[in-house]
């Protein structure tokens, strides 16, 4: 008892010291966007300022937890490429903005080559990739490790271990979740990808920012007519997994063009 009364209080105190952190952070953001430049003000002792080309910007990512999802908020993030002399990318962050924010920020940020992309959490474009990706998730995540670890319990310790394979609807559960978010949009100009778990994330990004694409196949995805799609990019990677092989081949095909 004692224990769970201390972890609850570090955790309480972590989330207290977050909360604090971005109210020092972020007092009075203000966020502007002029010629191609984003440019954002904001702190409550220490005056905090961000720059960002929108010209530089490689990936944004829009995401909603369940704070957020309560607050009525969304957070934006624009990534830009690395340099040689940064280990990581540099971002652009917006920590709360309303609902339907990103439509018309993203569509300017991107210009013109955003326009009439629908970047609705629930959008209708969105295509959710194919139920198969649950198998083998499920099967080495849930099913091996509920088998293995309730055998081995069970036969050391009795009855007791089969208590292990409640693992395996709980990892069920998390992982239909995770597959009900996984979906991708592709226009003429952009794609679009929505992952997550208990937060959503939209993914954004140019077609034609793409440095390199791959179509993969693994044995299970060639025999069902499967692959993952993969794009590089000077931020980053964005992975779409279990597409149909024609529709992920003919995005490669389309993606390479517009790079062209």
């Given at each position: 008892t004692l224990l769970g009364t201390m972890v609850l209080i570090v955790i309480a105190l972590l989330v207290i010291g977050s909360i604090l952190a971005a109210f020092l952070r972020y007092h009075n953001f203000t966020l502007y966007l002029s010629n191609g430049r984003l440019r954002s003000v904001g702190g409550l002792f220490t005056r905090h300022e961000a720059t960002m080309e929108t010209g530089k910007v490689?990936?944004?990512?829009?995401?909603?937890?369940?704070?957020?999802?309560?607050?009525?908020?969304?957070?934006?993030?624009?990534?830009?490429?690395?340099?040689?002399?940064?280990?990581?990318?540099?971002?652009?962050?917006?920590?709360?903005?309303?609902?339907?924010?990103?439509?018309?920020?993203?569509a300017d940020v991107f210009a013109p080559e955003a326009d009439g992309l629908d970047l609705d959490f629930e959008s209708?474009?969105?295509?959710?990739?194919?139920?198969r990706y649950?198998?083998?998730?499920?099967?080495y995540g849930g099913v091996v490790p509920a088998l293995v670890s309730s055998a081995v319990v069970s036969f050391n310790a009795g009855p007791g271990g089969l208590v292990f394979l409640l693992w395996l609807p709980l990892w069920s559960v998390i992982q239909w979740r995770v597959w009900r978010r996984f979906a991708l949009c592709v226009s003429s100009e952009a794609l679009v990808r929505r992952k997550g778990f208990l937060a959503t994330h939209l993914d954004v990004f140019l077609l034609r920012k793409a440095q390199r694409v791959t179509v993969r196949q693994s044995p299970y995805q060639r025999r069902k007519g499967l692959a993952t799609l993969t794009f590089y990019l000077a931020s980053g990677t964005i992975r779409i997994p279990y597409i149909a092989a024609d529709k992920a081949e003919a995005v490669r095909d389309y993606v390479l063009y517009k790079v062209e």
């Open positions: 490689q990936v944004a990512r829009v995401s909603q937890g369940i704070v957020l999802r309560w607050a009525e908020r969304v957070r934006l993030v624009l990534k830009q490429a690395s340099s040689k002399t940064q280990k990581a990318s540099k971002s652009f962050s917006i920590p709360a903005a309303p609902p339907g924010f990103q439509q018309p920020f993203l209708e474009s969105l295509e959710r990739v194919d139920i649950l198998r083998p998730r499920i099967l």
